[in-house]
C-alpha cells in the first residue's frame, strides 16, 4: 500500500516546477494527497474482505453465504475458523478432508483412524494439547459433513506427570499456574 509521503512525492513530480513554491498550489496538492491515502486505505481494506483470513466487517457476509450464525462475543479469529472448516468441508468425504476440515479448528495436526466394521471415526488431535477452543463448531461441522451412520470419537492429549518430570520441571517452577494450564501445557 502506498504512503501519504509516496503520494505526496508523485503527485508534486507531475506538476510543473513553478507550482513547488506556490503555497496555494502545496495546499491543494496535499490535501489531494490526503484523500487519495485515504481511498488507497479503503480499497485495501474492501480488497482484505474478500478472503477469510483477513476479513473483518466482511465476516458478516461470509457467514451468510455459508449459513454460519457466529456465537455471541466470538472473536474475530474464532469466526474465521468456522469459516475454515466449512469452507474446507466441501468435496467428497474422505479421511483427507476430515482431517483438512478438523486443523482447521484445531490449529495443530490431527489424525482420522476409519473402523469400518464399527462404524466409528476416531479423530486424535496429536499437534496440541487439550481441548481446542472451537471443539463444539468442529463437532457440529463435522456432524454436518460425516455419514450419519457413523459414530465419531474424539482423542485429545494432555500434559502428563511423567511428561513433566522428564522437562526437568518441579511443582515450585508451576507457581502461578492454574490446573488446566498444566494438563492442558500452556507453560
Do not use: C
Not at 16 to 40: H, Q, T, W
Not at 175 to 183: F, P, V
Amino acid at each position: 500500500m502506498r504512503t501519504l509521503t509516496d503520494i505526496k512525492r508523485d503527485m508534486f513530480d507531475y506538476v510543473p516546477l513553478y507550482y513547488r513554491d506556490s503555497l496555494v498550489a502545496g495546499g491543494i496538492l496535499n490535501a489531494e494527497a490526503i484523500e487519495f491515502a485515504k481511498l488507497n486505505a479503503d480499497i485495501y481494506d474492501v480488497l482484505d474482505q474478500f478472503f477469510i483470513d483477513t476479513a473483518t466487517w466482511g465476516l458478516a457476509r461470509w457467514e451468510r453465504i455459508f449459513g454460519v450464525t457466529p456465537e455471541p462475543g466470538a472473536t474475530y479469529a474464532q469466526r474465521r475458523e468456522v469459516l475454515r472448516g466449512k469452507l474446507r468441508g466441501v468435496g467428497k468425504v474422505s479421511v483427507s478432508l476430515i482431517e483438512n476440515v478438523a486443523e482447521a479448528y484445531a490449529n495443530g495436526d490431527v489424525d482420522v483412524t476409519v473402523d469400518s466394521a464399527a462404524y466409528t471415526l476416531t479423530i486424535t488431535f496429536v499437534g496440541v494439547y487439550g481441548v481446542p477452543d472451537q471443539i463444539d463448531a468442529l463437532k457440529a461441522n463435522l456432524r454436518d459433513i460425516i455419514p450419519a451412520h457413523m459414530a465419531i470419537d474424539y482423542v485429545f492429549r494432555y500434559y502428563t506427570y511423567a511428561e513433566l518430570t522428564g522437562s526437568g520441571k518441579t511443582y515450585a517452577d508451576l507457581t502461578g499456574y492454574t490446573y488446566d494450564d498444566i494438563y492442558n501445557r500452556r507453560l
